[in-house]
Nanobody, 122 residues
Framework: VQLQASGGGLVQSGGSLRLSCAAS????????VGWFRQAPGKEREFVAR????????DYANSVKGRFTISRDNAKNTVYLQMNSLKPEDTAVYYC????????????????WGQGTLVTVSS
């Protein structure tokens, strides 16, 4: 499966963005999906994940209550709604797909999108 992340951009602190992860090839409903991010000079970190059906979600403590992951399997797309953005949310955001089960570890994912840059100004 090929993943295309989009929706990043420049936003002021307190603002919102919605990222999309669109899949081509095999249907995305066969995969659990995660979002990760990597800030300059830092390691890639887990943000959120969602099960194949969307019935189960999980969030990093740093984004819980502000970010919402969802999916529309009919559109082969997973979303990350980001509200109340903070400067520390600035990073390149990546979506990834796992054929087995999603985890919080990046090594558990089989396919990765190219990343989309989110910049939050103070």
């Amino acid at each position: 499966v090929q993943l295309q992340a989009s929706g990043g951009g420049l936003v002021q602190s307190g603002g919102s963005l919605r990222l999309s992860c669109a899949a081509s090839g095999p249907t995305l409903s066969n995969y659990a999906v995660g979002w990760f991010r990597q800030a300059p000079g830092k390691e890639r970190e887990f943000v959120a994940r969602i099960s194949r059906t969307g019935g189960s979600t999980d969030y990093a403590n740093s984004v819980k209550g502000r970010f919402t992951i969802s999916r529309d399997n009919a559109k082969n797309t997973v979303y990350l709604q980001m509200n109340s953005l903070k400067p520390e949310d600035t990073a390149v955001y990546y979506c990834a797909a796992s054929i087995i089960n999603s985890t919080r570890s990046a090594v558990g994912y089989d396919y990765w999108g190219q990343g989309t840059l989110v910049t939050v100004s103070s």
